[in-house]
């Protein structure tokens, strides 16, 4: 089974993110998307609780879109997709990264052995995709320039990018309202 695996802080969950994930199984690029909520981003501040984030990605998961809970503890990505591959050796696994890690991938932690798996690159129009590997499929289509960041700082303005449920969500647990 081809697997995506996609991880991000997902602060909070929204629609660009749940359309790759459909794109992602719809044009049947992968079999199923392994979302992975990290519990800490080198290059994130102040990320709202490991389990608030999990209760809101739960509220999309369906058969195709698997909410990992077991993985999020781990620092680096080649820790998640070696542990994924250990668990799952008959299965395999594709990292979903957008063109700008792409492009930085080579400063990762152990590149060498992440570039072993496959690597799906979401593009955009402007950013050259500079990196090699042998499993690379880039995606060179628009998901929308959504912003969790922007979601966070006025989430009344933001609705639209939001599912029903996660915005209802974020509402009766009164999230962002201080951030």
Do not use: C
């Amino acid at each position: 089974m081809k697997i995506g695996v996609f991880v991000g802080s997902f602060d909070p969950v929204h629609k660009g993110h749940t359309n790759i994930m459909n794109y992602l199984v719809d044009k049947k690029i992968v079999d199923k998307v392994l979302v992975i909520a990290t519990g800490n981003y080198w290059d994130k501040q102040n990320i709202t609780e490991l389990k608030i984030r999990l209760d809101m990605l739960d509220l999309i998961k369906n058969k195709n879109i698997i909410i990992d809970k077991k993985h999020n503890k781990l620092e680096y990505t080649y820790e998640i997709l070696r542990d994924l591959k250990k668990e799952n050796p008959e299965d395999e696994f594709y990292l979903v990264i957008g063109a700008d890690n792409a492009n930085t991938l080579y400063e990762w932690k152990h590149f060498d052995e992440i570039i072993k798996y496959g690597i799906i690159v979401l593009g955009r129009n402007d950013i050259k995709i500079t990196l090699e590997a042998k499993n690379l499929i880039i995606i060179d289509k628009s998901f929308g320039n959504i912003s969790s960041t922007k979601i966070r700082n006025d989430v009344d303005k933001s609705k639209e990018y939001l599912s029903n449920e996660v915005y209802h969500y974020i509402k009766t647990n009164n999230l962002y309202s201080l951030k």
